[in-house]
């Protein structure tokens, strides 16, 4: 997708598919591998000493990046709107709830984020199919209209989880026709990997699958022919959350 037609600038509360600047980290072996594409993510090793207890201490490698929020955005608002709920049950207005739990910097603290790493640190060869999203696992993504950042792919491989107050930039967000791409790619990565699913299929609806086609406009959609002409639909297209009316990111 060109830049236009995937980023658009961020405001309000946080979003699935917002790209964020803040820290992230991962527990390491002993001998602190670090994988090519981590490169520039992992910037600093630290290790828990826990002599005190049985066991080997623990290792940490972190650094401060520019990553991308995985998590839906029915976890963003959660407690905000269970809270809010309460509030108004409790007798007050609706707005005098929304400002009440707007103002517990306790709700909905973490989510979870993945880095960015750019293409060229990507092997050339492999590039066309990381750029194309054929690799299970990495969501792509092109260069910032800013310039802040080149072509890039979303590790879902490396998955962080952050206190919304650890951001310090929000740099931009995703149209809503990205978003449904990456939720795509969560999807696939996380539940969807197998298609050796005819037999099991089959034998659940009771019919033999004559053929399967892709919804190419997002992958989102597959529609499976039957052997009576009738028609199933696998994946029905993600939607968004019902507003939950919180107003800003913190």
Same mark, same amino acid.
């Given at each position: 997708?060109p830049?236009e037609s995937f980023? #658009?600038d961020?405001?309000g509360p @946080?979003?699935?598919?917002?790209?964020?600047?803040a820290p992230?980290?991962?527990?390491?072996?002993?001998d602190?591998?670090v994988?090519d #594409?981590?490169?520039?993510?992992?910037?600093e090793?630290?290790?828990?000493?826990?002599?005190h207890?049985?066991?080997d201490?623990?290792h940490?490698?972190?650094?401060?990046?520019?990553?991308?929020?995985?998590s839906?955005?029915?976890h963003?608002?959660k407690?905000w709107?269970s809270a809010?709920?309460?509030?108004?049950?409790?007798g007050?207005?609706?707005?005098e709830a929304e400002?009440?739990?707007?103002a517990?910097?306790?709700?909905?603290?973490t989510?979870?984020?993945?880095?960015?790493?750019? @293409?060229?640190?990507i092997?050339a060869s492999?590039?066309?199919n990381y #750029?194309a999203g054929?690799?299970?696992?990495?969501f792509p993504?092109p260069?910032?209209?800013?310039?802040?950042?080149?072509?890039s792919?979303?590790? @879902?491989?490396y998955?962080?989880?952050i206190?919304r107050?650890?951001i310090?930039?929000r740099r931009?967000?995703?149209?809503?026709?990205?978003r449904d791409?990456?939720r795509?790619?969560?999807?696939?990565?996380d539940?969807?990997?197998s298609?050796?699913?005819?037999e099991? *299929?089959?034998?659940?609806?009771g019919?033999?699958? *004559?053929?399967?086609?892709?919804d190419?406009?997002?992958?989102l959609?597959v529609l *499976?022919?039957?052997?009576?002409d009738?028609?199933?639909r *696998?994946? &029905?297209p993600p939607?968004e959350p019902e507003?939950g009316?919180r &107003?800003?990111?913190?």
């Amino acid at each position: 997708m060109p830049a236009e037609s995937f980023f #658009r600038d961020s405001s309000g509360p @946080l979003n699935q598919g917002d790209i964020v600047i803040a820290p992230i980290a991962r527990v390491s072996a002993a001998d602190h591998y670090v994988p090519d #594409r981590w490169d520039r993510v992992d910037q600093e090793e630290h290790i828990v000493d826990r002599s005190h207890v049985e066991g080997d201490a623990i290792h940490l490698i972190s650094g401060r990046e520019l990553l991308m929020v995985t998590s839906h955005d029915c976890h963003h608002d959660k407690e905000w709107n269970s809270a809010r709920a309460r509030l108004m049950k409790a007798g007050m207005s609706e707005s005098e709830a929304e400002a009440v739990a707007e103002a517990d910097d306790t709700l909905d603290r973490t989510f979870q984020a993945s880095p960015l790493v750019p @293409l060229e640190d990507i092997p050339a060869s492999d590039r066309g199919n990381y #750029r194309a999203g054929r690799v299970v696992g990495y969501f792509p993504g092109p260069a910032s209209p800013d310039g802040a950042f080149p072509e890039s792919v979303v590790d @879902l491989t490396y998955r962080s989880t952050i206190d919304r107050k650890a951001i310090s930039i929000r740099r931009w967000c995703l149209t809503s026709d990205a978003r449904d791409r990456l939720r795509y790619a969560i999807a696939r990565f996380d539940s969807f990997r197998s298609v050796e699913l005819t037999e099991n *299929l089959e034998r659940i609806i009771g019919r033999s699958i *004559l053929g399967a086609t892709v919804d190419n406009t997002n992958g989102l959609v597959v529609l *499976l022919t039957l052997d009576d002409d009738s028609s199933i639909r *696998l994946v &029905q297209p993600p939607t968004e959350p019902e507003p939950g009316g919180r &107003q800003s990111l913190a």
